[in-house]
């Protein structure tokens, strides 16, 4: 049985909040669940990670929650946030003050990660 599960954003296009709210909700899900709980930033996805992207998009489920509020809330739950070198590289170091709780990562460990029997990957 799984004891991870690893939810990677990097086709998911950042300004449709209608893309954002599952992988989101699903993270924060198994953390509370107890799983361990990981969620990678890269690609085009990582954009969400600049100053003013993710409170700017409101959450389609009529909270009025903003994507930065799903950021909140995932970490407070446990999920592990992180995201590619590669971010970091296409979109610069205006990140938003919440992303000094992430971890930067590399493409081997990505692969690693996604690779490992115990581990369950979905992909957005």
Do not use: C
Not at 11 to 30: G, H, I, K, R, V
Not at 39 to 55: D, P, Y
Not at 85 to 97: M, P, Y
Request: aromatic fraction near 12%; hydrophobic fraction near 45%; proline fraction near 4%.
């Amino acid at each position: 049985m799984a004891d991870k599960l690893i939810v990677i954003l990097m086709n998911t296009d950042p300004s449709s909040p209608t893309e954002l709210l599952a992988p989101f909700t699903q993270a924060t899900m198994a953390a509370s669940m107890g799983y361990q709980s990981e969620m990678i930033f890269t690609g085009r996805a990582a954009e969400l990670l600049k100053q003013g992207v993710a409170s700017e998009i409101t959450v389609p489920d009529g909270s009025n929650r903003s994507v930065l509020d799903l950021f909140k809330e995932a970490y407070k739950e446990g999920v592990v946030l992180k995201y590619s070198f590669q971010a970091f590289e296409l979109w610069g170091e205006d990140f938003i003050a919440e992303v000094k709780e992430f971890t930067p990562i590399n493409d081997g460990y990505i692969v690693q990660q996604a690779m490992n029997r115990s581990h369950v990957v979905f992909t957005y």
